[in-house]
């Protein structure tokens, strides 16, 4: 972590207290991305305890999340931050508020690999898919939790554009599913299923931006939430 690029302190209790902060975000964020990976590899593996543990384990997160949101509470109330400081506990808030929604959505999909299991479902087509998807949308959260701890909005706009191809295979999956469905109606419950898992990988890659957006809000001061791809490029080359 650059410590560098954040303001010193005459308070050296003050810069620990930021610093801890921001190691927290990095622990939590490290145990999101372990829960997709576990949570993807459960359902194309039938792996019902390993959908168990993750299931269990996103009470972990959310403790995190409800830790971090007091300590960033407290230091607003008591330090009174501005500027950089300020945006910093700003956009931690809004951070952990994501990396506990993709908990969420992993704890979804590892329900569901625990129904299919209980309901004999075999392997279908799109688990390859599956995972590839997942795999992108993992190295985008990952991405965007490395520039959070470098503090640098460098190479953003990749991250960023890699959601578009979330987005084309996620429309590719469903027209998939959707010609499943129409083709033979025994497949519709489990199609709907994998239709929603499809959806929450892609909701994890919307999340995974949105953590980006908010990275350039806290370096830059700039509100980028509602931009287009082309427009954030634009306005980060300025």
């Not at 690029?5 to 050296?12: C, D, F, G, L, R």
């Not at 999909?109 to 129904?115: E, L």
């Not at 191809?165 to 998939?176: A, G, K, M, N």
Request: aromatic share 4%; glycine share 4%.
């Amino acid at each position: 972590m650059d410590n560098s690029k954040v303001a010193y302190h005459i308070s050296e209790k003050f810069n620990k207290e930021l610093e801890d902060i921001r190691n927290q975000v990095l622990r939590m964020g490290g145990l999101v991305e372990s829960q997709i990976q576990q949570a993807v590899h459960a359902l194309t593996t039938g792996d019902t305890e390993l959908a168990e543990l993750v299931i269990k384990q996103d009470s972990q997160i959310d403790e995190l999340e409800m830790v971090i949101d007091a300590e960033c509470t407290q230091i607003i109330a008591l330090r009174q931050p501005a500027a950089f400081d300020l945006r910093l506990l700003l956009t931690v808030l809004r951070v952990i508020n994501e990396l506990e929604r993709i908990g969420d959505l992993a704890e979804r999909i590892a329900k569901t690999a625990i129904y299919l299991s209980a309901n004999s479902e075999g392997r279908t087509d799109q688990y390859y898919e599956l995972q590839h998807m997942s795999g992108l949308v993992r190295e985008m959260l990952h991405d965007s939790l490395d520039s959070f701890a470098r503090i640098s909005v460098d190479g953003i706009t990749d991250i960023t554009a890699r959601d578009e191809q979330v987005d084309r295979e996620y429309s590719s999956i469903i027209r998939q599913l959707i010609t499943q469905m129409m083709e033979d109606p025994r497949n519709i419950t489990r199609s709907l299923d994998m239709l929603w898992t499809v959806r929450a990988l892609e909701r994890i890659g919307d999340h995974s931006r949105y953590i980006c957006e908010h990275l350039v809000y806290m370096v830059k001061g700039e509100d980028v939430r509602h931009l287009t791809q082309a427009e954030l490029e634009l306005k980060l080359k300025n």
